[in-house]
């Protein structure tokens, strides 16, 4: 997929709440760079490479972020047009059991989102929640919730998945009685928890480190 317009604003919103910025290297790479050095390197296929002295703790969050903008971009780009006249800069992203999560560019790199219950002629659409600043994983959790594809009561919140990813990880790297199909396991178990709640530095530093170092 390539690196639209919208897709490098998006980028750069985001990127910049880590104090990060990007430049366009060619038409199918971006470079991501902390103050005037890069530290990673995005390809239109979604691959990110990264130079020998990348920083640790950053280099580690834009995985997850280049993930979200992808998926953004996906299914905004899928998505039909809402068909009321007043909604018109909306599309409806996913619907199901008469709720819809709809989403529409701002510009300047920020996506809003709205979940909406809607009668059964989709004409009307009533007890909006507003997600701002490409919030996509809230505005999901929220449509998921309202239009009961999920069971709140089989959730993890944030503090268990912190506890159990931070478990996880300690067995990754410290117990070396992990044969190789446990060890893929582990980490298969580590790389969802971090799609729904990427962890804090403290926790990821260690593993990463221990990557970089690696391949230098």
């Known amino acids: ?21 990007i430049q366009r290297e060619s038409s199918s790479v971006l470079s991501v760079l902390q103050k005037n050095d890069p530290i990673a390197f995005i390809h239109n296929n979604g691959e990110i490479h990264y130079p020998a002295n990348a920083e640790a703790a950053l280099a580690h969050q834009i995985p997850s972020i ?49 979940t909406w219950e809607m009668n059964n002629e989709r004409t009307g659409f009533a007890m909006g929640h507003y997600f701002y600043r490409n919030e ?27 506890a159990l990813y931070a478990a996880l990880l300690y067995r990754s790297i410290n117990d070396s009685t992990l ?22 530095p403290s926790l990821l530093y260690p593993q990463i480190q221990t990557e970089l170092d690696h391949e230098q």
Do not use: C
């Not at 280049?66 to 996906?74: C, D, L, N, P, S």
């Not at 994983?137 to 594809?149: H, I, P, Q, T, V």
């Not at 396991?185 to 790389?191: C, I, P, R, Y």
């Open 1 to 21: 997929m390539e690196i639209n317009n919208r897709m490098k604003e998006v980028l750069e919103a985001e990127l910049s709440r880590l104090g990060l910025n």
């Open 179 to 200: 044969g190789y199909n446990e060890k893929q396991s582990v980490d298969h178990l580590l790389q969802k928890i971090e799609s729904l709640a990427p962890p804090s």
């Open 136 to 162: 996509y994983e809230k505005a999901k959790d929220d449509f998921l919730m309202r239009s009961g594809l999920l069971d709140k009561g089989r959730l993890f919140d944030s503090d268990q998945l912190t």
């Open 66 to 114: 280049v993930g979200k903008v992808w998926e953004i971009e996906r299914s905004y780009r899928n998505a039909a047009q809402l068909g009321i006249s007043s909604l018109s800069s909306y599309r409806s992203m996913l619907e199901y059991n008469h709720h819809v999560l709809a989403g529409r560019y701002d510009g300047d790199g920020e996506f809003r989102f709205v």
